[in-house]
T-cell receptor
Framework: GAVVSQHPSRVICKSGTSVKIECRSL??????MFWYRQFPKKSLMLMAT?????????EQGVEKDKFLINHASLTLSTLTVTSAHPEDSSFYIC?????????????FGPGTRLTVT | DAKTTQPPSMDCAEGRAANLPCNHS???????VYWYRQIHSQGPQYIIH???NNETNEMASLIITEDRKSSTLILPHATLRDTAVYYC??????????FGKGTMLLVSP
């Protein structure tokens, strides 16, 4: 099946620093990649959608200058949390979509736990 | 996409069938019913999806009512590893997955 990886799985950073999270589709080329955020005991919230070579589309309320998304290839997307603050501590999950005929299945990575101290 | 309603939590004894309900009374004719689950601190895992016919795979069965306004996910022999949050999502095939609150299924020995 389609596999999506994320790196790192856990990261701790100091307030004010930036941190980059990578999302890779390992055995398929993803037409679209998605970034979700999940706070404790809450559901996944979509942050942004990106297509390779295009600017990401951000959901309402998500600061595009704070959460920088780069989708440089069909197998790699990165999310950079700039000037991180403790309230950015969350579980970040990426998803990659494989378009095949009428199927646009989304496959999810294992998530990255970000803790900002 | 149509909204769904799921019970916030359910319990199931290990080895018994777990039947998770979902209401989607405003579903449109071109919307599919998808089920995902999320084990604690992991990414969501696809389980099954269907349009109007019942579906079965190695993980579960999906029963969709004839009027398509509700569905049930069946885990035939629940194990402790099936403890997770189960999400019922209704979507057209090309739309982004949007997650509700889901059902927390606790499988006990």
């Amino acid at each position: 099946g389609a596999v999506v990886s994320q790196h790192p799985s856990r990261v701790i950073c100091k307030s004010g620093t930036s941190v980059k999270i990578e999302c890779r589709s390992l055995d398929f080329q993803a037409t679209t990649m998605f970034w979700y955020r999940q706070f404790p005991k809450k559901s996944l919230m979509l942050m942004a959608t990106s297509n390779e070579g295009s600017k990401a589309t951000y959901e309402q309320g998500v600061e595009k200058d704070k959460f920088l998304i780069n989708h440089a290839s069909l197998t790699l997307s990165t999310l950079t949390v700039t000037s991180a603050h403790p309230e950015d501590s969350s579980f970040y999950i990426c998803s990659a979509s494989l378009a095949s005929g009428r199927s646009y299945e989304q496959y999810f990575g294992p998530g990255t736990r970000l803790t900002v101290t | 996409d149509a909204k769904t309603t799921q019970p916030p939590s359910m319990d199931c004894a290990e080895g018994r069938a777990a039947n998770l309900p979902c209401n989607h009374s405003t579903i449109s004719g071109n919307e599919y019913v998808y089920w995902y689950r999320q084990i604690h601190s992991q990414g969501p895992q696809y389980i099954i999806h269907g349009l109007k016919n019942n579906e079965t795979n190695e993980m579960a069965s999906l029963i969709i009512t004839e009027d398509r306004k509700s569905s049930t996910l069946i885990l035939p022999h629940a194990t402790l590893r099936d403890t997770a949050v189960y999400y019922c999502i209704v979507r057209v095939y090309y739309s982004t997955l949007t997650f509700g609150k889901g059902t927390m299924l606790l499988v006990s020995p």
